[in-house]
């Protein structure tokens, strides 16, 4: 029923845009990238915002609902348990409905239900309904988490698709950030309005989101090359951008030996893909031909949460209220120790907009063994503020962290993510990697308090030696692939390349020592053949 209205919604909205089409069509031009930006934008925006939401009000919710130190760990985690489901929803979802329409269905209904839970546990003092309700907030999450960057892969334009990426991780920045401020002003007055929030936030990113340009490659697998056409004509692209771009997408689903004959070349529903983004995730990562991509994306995932780069966002007030030895939720008018934390996001919105200026100039490894080594430093200064009871030293550290960190594996792991792999197997290998990025959050973020508990500034160190462990991953197994086009990408972690080793641009296909050169060309009936020529 969501998705028949957003339906209604999306082709409302085809006839006032046609006229835009025609005229850009007619004007020669590169194509634009504002849809790829603005999809980036919201959906991160979501994702920060309802991961983020629970820890200024922790306090508050820790008096209201009276949670122990393990009922804290699940409430703070449930996001993203309920994330790393939703992360195979939104890969079925997109292959079966679309890009814009499923995250549109997604955020509309995940945020309206798991606000309402939320708030109504709250009211009544229900620790499992308040879970259950977060839980519903990240399938949300995840789902859009998925659809963003492999929207944003496909439809950006090669020199852009860096910084396009690098703008999702900016708006979750953000939104962090808005959910942040929301609790430096007397959290516990305001309990009932900030858990509704995600509501309405929800409805206006739908709204966006359902109107979106859909993406041509989906279009085009699924039968509908007129589709594809108007989606890049959409963007600003001329007519022969146009023709370059149908027939690029036309050559990598025939090398992957997809045909097309008129029909639908992947008209798969809902469950049929969701068993295959399940199962046919965990097959490519064990045994397909992008299981060397699969793998290298999830070991990113797992170093990603596992350096507590969300823990310390969530955890952050409780760790300087514990400094501060003071126990109590603020009953003032401000909360400092919120405020506190706001300053690590700062630093993580500064550090993800320095990557979005480096990242296709400067590339994605050097920021990646830049940024692990130098996050590991800064844990190790958070370490000795801790241990020093110096609430200064340790805010110190956790934003010279998390600067380093967002600079670099933050937002570089979801450019990686919308580059590594093929249309053949995108939507099974994201969810799989976007489920485990969920579920290693979910395991810092349940462990972080038991950890401060126990062996205090020992913590910070533990999450270092992650930090420093990624650097050696990356100089080992991670390539370069800025400027590069995903189909000699997706190639080069075929053919098993080292992260030292340079993906040269090329548009061969080796097979066993014989190189096959694929060409496209238009017939007089306006077909397409696909042409080898071998050398």
């Known amino acids: 029923m969501v998705i028949e209205c957003i339906n209604r919604i999306h082709q409302s909205n085809a006839s006032r845009r046609g006229a835009r089409r025609e005229n850009r069509a007619m004007a020669p031009g590169r194509r634009g990238n504002a849809h790829a930006y603005r999809f980036a934008l919201l959906g991160g925006l979501s994702l920060g915002y309802d991961v983020a939401l629970v820890g200024g009000i922790l306090p508050t919710l820790e008096r209201t609902l ?13 996001a993203k348990l309920g994330g790393a489901l939703g992360a195979f929803v939104g890969a079925a979802l997109m292959r079966s409905h679309g890009r814009g329409r499923s995250a549109s269905a997604m955020t509309l209904a995940c945020s309206a239900c798991g606000s309402a839970a939320t708030w109504a546990s709250a009211e009544a003092g229900d620790a499992t309904g308040m879970a259950l309700g977060r839980v519903a907030l990240g399938v949300g999450v995840g789902g859009v988490a998925v659809i963003a960057p492999a929207y944003c892969g496909e439809t950006s334009e090669v020199g852009a698709r860096g910084s396009v990426g690098a703008c999702f991780e900016l708006s979750v920045c953000a939104g962090m950030a808005l959910a942040n401020a929301l609790t430096w002003f007397s959290p516990q007055k305001t309990l009932g309005l900030v858990l509704f929030s995600p509501a309405v936030l929800g409805f206006w990113s739908a709204i966006v989101f359902a109107m979106s340009v859909e993406s041509p490659r989906w279009l085009f697998r699924r039968g509908d090359e007129n589709g594809a056409r108007d989606a890049l004509r959409a963007t600003g692209a001329d007519a022969a951008t146009v023709e370059e771009e149908i027939g690029e997408i036309l050559a990598e689903e025939r090398a992957l030996g997809i045909g097309f004959d008129g029909g639908a070349g992947d008209d ?12 046919g995730g965990v097959r490519e990562a064990m045994s397909g031909d992008e299981r060397r991509a699969v793998r290298l994306a999830l070991a990113m995932a797992v170093l990603n949460q596992m350096c507590a780069s969300t823990s310390v966002i969530n955890y952050g007030s409780s760790v300087f209220r514990r400094l501060a030895n003071d126990a109590s939720a603020s009953n003032g008018d401000m909360d400092v120790y919120n405020m506190y934390t706001g300053v690590i996001i700062l630093c993580k919105t500064v550090g993800v907009a320095a990557s979005i200026a480096m990242v296709d100039s400067v590339g994605r490894r050097p920021l990646l063994l830049f940024g692990s080594a130098a996050s590991g430093f800064g844990l190790c200064v958070a ?28 937002s570089v792991f979801w450019v990686l993510v919308s580059e590594l792999f093929s249309m053949r197997a995108k939507s099974s290998a994201i969810a799989l990697v976007t489920a485990t990025l969920f579920a290693s959050g979910a395991l810092s973020d349940s462990i972080f308090p038991s950890m401060i508990s126990t062996i205090g500034a020992g913590t910070f160190v533990v999450y270092a030696i992650v930090c420093f462990a990624s650097t050696t991953f990356v100089y080992l197994y991670i390539p370069e692939t800025a400027r590069k086009p995903l189909k000699e990408i997706q190639s080069a972690m075929k053919s098993g390349l080292s992260g030292y080793a340079e993906i040269h641009a090329s548009s061969e296909h080796e097979d066993r020592g014989t190189r096959v050169e694929l060409a496209v060309t238009r017939d007089t009936n306006g077909g397409y053949n696909l042409a080898e020529s071998v050398g």
């Open 383 to 410: 370490c000795f503020g801790y241990a020093a009871k110096s609430v200064g030293w340790t805010l110190f550290g956790l934003c010279a962290f998390i600067l380093a960190f967002s600079s670099s594996f933050a």
């Open 268 to 279: 798969a529903g809902f469950w049929r893909s969701f068993v295959e983004s399940t199962v």
């Open 66 to 78: 009276a949670l122990s130190a393990a009922a804290r760990g699940v409430v703070v985690a449930s």
